[in-house]
């Protein structure tokens, strides 16, 4: 199966690998200094929990031009670049079209490139399980398990999610979500106190882990940023995970006072432009409920002005 993967990143390197071993023809486009360690180095990924290095030569491009046939287009980018990209893949004649990341607004993505569009494309959505980080060499430090993406479309279109089975092959799992855009918003409502902690204390995890206030008030913000989603309809998916938040608690503060003690994160790295926009979709729904959400607003607050922003 011939794959394009569009985002060479931390995210987008070990699913072009997780790809290359199903037995794919993988095309990575990557530009400027990430195009040339490509060509010269190759796909190089340290494992972090497997402790191996794995390189990989694949197809460099530096451009999707309108004739370049794939029969799947993985976009893997930050939120805040999505867009970017919109054009060239309306444009392009490949007709599956996967979006992998944190999304806000799947359906508003969806609607633009459609329209955008002169040809119908079949566009589906995921999250990979997995984080890390790029080193100045090229080299990709890749935090992960066995391998895992969250696949679902908005159709419930059952022959694209048959071809990305089949991308991926027997060694890497896909979890089809039949209600994708719930289980995206629901995420983002979960990483966003998480990620606005990291930022205010300059990704100092032990820091984190030992601060009762912090934690406690990243967990009642979560459960606020839910009540929003919920005010609006949307179930929350997986259910457990907002039952966790809303009934335990003490379960969920032990559990996040663990998580941020793991060595690992040490070596995970973010963009606080995707929080940003993150927050600028929430905004929308935040504006139109009763819902009272100061810890989300302290937090939101708090984080914007770490970094000088005024407003979003």
């Known amino acids: ?37 490509l060509n010269d180095k190759g796909l190089v990924i340290k494992h972090y929990f497997q402790n191996k290095t794995t390189v990989d030569k694949l197809n460099v491009i530096s451009e999707l031009k309108k004739d370049h046939l794939y029969d799947l287009v993985f976009v893997v980018m930050k939120y805040n670049q999505f867009s970017s990209v919109f054009l060239t893949l309306a ?37 990979q399980t997995s984080a890390g980080m790029r080193e100045d060499s090229g080299r990709v430090v890749s935090i992960h398990g066995k391998g895992n993406v969250i696949f679902g479309n908005l159709n419930g279109d059952l022959s694209l999610q048959e071809t990305v089975k089949k991308a991926f092959g027997i060694h890497y799992k896909v979890t089809i979500e039949k209600d994708i855009e719930a289980w995206l918003l629901t995420h983002y409502v979960f990483i ?16 984190i882990s030992k601060s009762k206030v912090d934690l406690n008030k990243m ?10 989603l919920k005010a609006h309809g949307v179930n929350i998916t997986p259910a457990l995970q907002g039952k966790l938040i809303s009934d335990y608690k003490k379960l ?6 663990i998580y ?10 973010g963009s606080f432009d995707e929080i940003v926009a993150l927050y600028n979709d929430f905004e929308k729904l935040k504006s139109n409920t009763n819902v009272n959400i100061k810890n989300w607003n302290d937090l939101e607050k ?11």
């Open 260 to 269: 941020f003690k793991l060595p690992m994160n040490k070596i995970v790295s």
């Open 219 to 228: 967990i009642e913000a979560t459960n606020e940023g839910l009540k929003v």
């Open 91 to 127: 444009n392009n004649i490949s007709e599956n079209i996967i979006f992998v990341g944190n999304n806000a607004n799947p359906k508003r993505m969806e609607a633009e490139i459609q329209k955008l569009s002169k040809s119908k494309k079949k566009i589906g959505f995921g999250f």
């Open 252 to 257: 969920y503060y032990f559990a996040m006072k």
């Open 1 to 37: 199966m011939r794959v394009l993967v569009l985002g060479a990143g931390v995210l987008g390197s070990y699913l072009a690998h997780s790809l290359i071993k199903a037995g794919n023809d993988v095309t990575m486009l990557a530009r400027g200094k990430r195009y040339e360690q």
């Open 192 to 207: 966003l106190p998480m990620n606005s902690l990291l930022y205010i204390n300059d990704f100092n995890t032990q820091k």
């Open 302 to 312: 708090e984080s914007l002005k770490k970094y000088h922003i005024n407003n979003i």
